[in-house]
């Protein structure tokens, strides 16, 4: 089945710094990719997403590329702040009759520290 | 816009107790899904609704949990009796279908402690 796998938390940043998350998956078909984030006491909120090979989902100065030779969707920021101190989800919808079912990857918490 | 409006936003129960669990989803979506979010197994879907039909239910751990779709603008999950392992944050989130990437839209969840 459908599976998601991204790196392992917890990850501590100063202020500025570059932020990688990687996200890799397995999946039938051309699923669509998400990551979403969670605030601490929040429910998850979208932040970005791709829909197709090559495709690159950005927000609030987050960007990930749907690369489909090597499976993955990795979260990128060039600058960091502590407002994006939160749990990032990497997931994604499969093709076909899974189409609305969503797919997590286990999470990675993030802290930015001042 | 109001988002998907999840009730009560905290619950704590007594072990055997009958627990409901509330959901208004997003005016106008078509889909509804239960998840549970615990630290040792991350999010998982439990149920999902189509058009207030329950489409998939697989991830309902046992015959204790239940979930109701009655109307487009309501749904329930029930857990009779609660047992301490249901401790969790239960969320629900809905979505309206059209082209593929369908986004989710969560609502802030429930944080259920069974004593």
């Known amino acids: 089945g459908d599976s998601v796998t991204q790196m392992e938390g917890p990850v501590t940043l100063s202020e500025e710094a570059f932020l990688t998350i990687n996200c890799t998956y397995t999946?039938?078909?051309?699923?669509?990719l998400f990551w979403y984030v969670q605030y601490p006491g929040e429910g998850l909120q979208l932040l970005l997403k791709?829909?197709?090979?090559?495709d690159k989902g950005s927000n609030k100065g987050f960007e990930a590329t749907y690369r489909k030779e090597t499976t993955s969707f990795h979260l990128e920021k060039g600058s960091v702040q502590v407002s994006d101190s939160a749990v990032y989800f990497c997931?994604?919808?499969?093709?076909?009759?899974?189409?609305?079912?969503?797919?997590f990857g286990k999470g990675t918490l993030l802290t930015v520290n001042p | 816009d109001a988002g998907v409006i999840q009730s009560p936003r905290h619950e704590v129960t007594e072990m055997g107790q009958e627990v409901t669990l509330r959901c208004k989803p997003i005016?106008?979506?078509?889909?509804l899904f239960w998840y549970r979010q615990t630290m040792m197994r991350g999010l998982e879907l439990l149920i999902y609704?189509?058009?207030?039909?329950?489409?998939?239910d697989s991830g309902m751990p046992e015959d204790r949990f239940s979930a109701k779709m009655p109307n487009a603008s309501f749904s329930t999950l029930k857990i009779q009796p609660s047992e301490p392992r249901d401790s969790a944050v239960y969320f629900c989130?809905?979505?309206?279908?059209?082209?593929?990437?369908?986004?989710?839209?969560f609502g802030p969840g429930t944080r259920l402690t069974v004593l």
């Open positions: 989130a809905s979505s309206l279908a059209g082209a593929k990437g369908n986004e989710q839209f």
């Open positions: 999946a039938t078909g051309y699923p669509s």
């Open positions: 791709a829909t197709k090979a090559d």
């Open positions: 997931a994604l919808t499969g093709s076909g009759g899974s189409n609305y079912k969503l797919t």
């Open positions: 005016s106008g979506h078509d889909y």
């Open positions: 609704f189509n058009n207030n039909v329950p489409i998939d």
